[in-house]
């Protein structure tokens, strides 16, 4: 009795895990196919490790799946031999019994082989049930079978999906680098000839350099520059978003034309 309780809990076990793994499978298949795939890199990650676990358990579920084939008949052809078989064996010693019990006078022999018949009988009967339930059984199998493996096609294609947006996006953030290290040698170059145009034009006429450098001037002047390259920078790198290079960048410009029309009202 205890064998049996913990076989049929063993059953329900390996039923609900089953059930379990084609919901998520299910679940993760409707994901990929009702929904655009996230231009994150982590996301299409994750996504991608759960769809491999899926795979895995589906096919688990079929290793389960071929282990229980093992003790069924080979396929439905063979099990509908089986049946017809003990149909056939149940009818023929049917009539047998019944011309038997249509005899008056019967012989020892016919009376045992009535008994061993009647006796029989519940067992046949017993088996052609057993065959029966083990086609209903062999042809459920078959077609879960069937399912997982159109589900594991399906998460695989759903797997490559995902494997090649993550390959676009690497590809699309390499080209974005080459394109922000491109600009940002591009404009620092810029800078050092601005700079050095600068102080070329400064050394060559004192008054500029004199006028420009002398008192907080100067400090104020470097300070600008700095922080406009920091900005910029700051720019080319995706680090400030558009909003915030407008704000930073219009917030400069006030500042440093409001001090300019300072310095022309006092002067």
């Known amino acids: 009795m205890g064998k049996l309780i913990i076989s049929i809990l063993f059953c329900l076990y390996f039923l609900s895990n089953s059930i379990s793994a084609n919901e998520n499978a299910d679940g993760i298949s409707q994901e990929i196919i009702n929904e655009k795939l996230p231009d994150d890199y982590q996301e299409l990650a994750s996504l991608r490790k759960r769809i491999s676990l899926h795979i895995d358990d589906l096919a688990k579920e079929i290793k389960r799946i071929e282990s229980e084939k093992e003790y069924l008949p080979i396929?439905?052809?063979?099990?509908?031999?089986?049946?017809?078989?003990?149909?056939?064996?149940?009818?023929?010693?049917?009539?047998?019994?019944?011309?038997?019990?249509?005899?008056?006078?019967?012989?020892?022999?016919?009376?045992?082989?009535?008994?061993?018949i009647e006796n029989y009988h519940p067992q046949l009967l017993s088996e052609l049930k057993k065959a029966k339930e083990e086609k209903e059984r062999l042809t459920k199998l078959q077609s879960d079978l069937s399912d997982i493996n159109k589900k594991i096609s399906q998460s695989r294609n759903n797997l490559d999906k995902v494997d090649v947006k993550m390959s676009n996006l690497i590809n699309t953030e390499s080209e974005r680098n080459e394109f922000r290290k491109l600009i940002s040698f591009t404009y620092c170059g810029l800078v050092a000839i601005v700079i050095v145009g600068f102080y070329f034009i400064a050394l060559k006429i004192p008054k500029i350099a004199e006028s420009i450098f002398s008192g907080e001037k100067g400090i104020q002047f470097v300070a600008?520059?700095?922080?406009?390259?920091?900005?910029?920078?700051?720019?080319?790198?995706?680090?400030?978003?558009?909003?915030?290079?407008?704000?930073?960048?219009?917030?400069?410009?006030?500042y440093i034309l409001g001090r300019v029309s300072m310095d022309k009202e006092t002067s």
């Open 75 to 116: 396929n439905k052809e063979d099990a509908e031999r089986k049946i017809d078989y003990y149909e056939l064996k149940i009818k023929s010693e049917a009539n047998v019994l019944e011309k038997l019990k249509a005899k008056e006078n019967k012989s020892k022999e016919e009376i045992e082989e009535m008994n061993s």
């Open 224 to 254: 600008i520059f700095l922080i406009v390259i920091a900005i910029i920078l700051f720019g080319i790198m995706g680090i400030l978003e558009s909003k915030e290079l407008s704000a930073l960048l219009g917030g400069l410009s006030g």
